[in-house]
């Protein structure tokens, strides 16, 4: 690779890398969040979900919702 190449790629890899974070800026989680347990109600898995659930919500400020 020639050295104008090596700039041309080097510009567009730093352009892309400054417009990719705009993505980083959007709010999540934005929605109640949902924890599906795929066993029944009143079950190890799901006692464990709901314990898991209140501090979940907590550390990202969102509602967490345990569904069976």
């Known amino acids: 690779m020639d050295r104008r190449t090596s700039l041309v790629a080097t510009a567009a890899l730093?352009?892309?890398?400054?417009?990719?974070g705009a993505a980083w800026a959007q709010n999540y989680p934005n929605k109640v969040i949902k924890l599906q347990v795929p066993f029944a109600p009143g079950g190890t898995?799901?006692?464990v979900a709901r314990?898991?659930?209140d501090p979940?919500?907590?550390a990202l400020?969102?509602?967490v919702i345990v569904e069976n």
Request: net charge neutral.
């Open 45 to 47: 898995t799901d006692i």
């Open 14 to 20: 730093a352009i892309l890398g400054a417009a990719s």
């Open 51 to 53: 314990v898991i659930a």
């Open 56 to 58: 979940l919500g907590k």
């Open 61 to 63: 400020g969102q509602s």
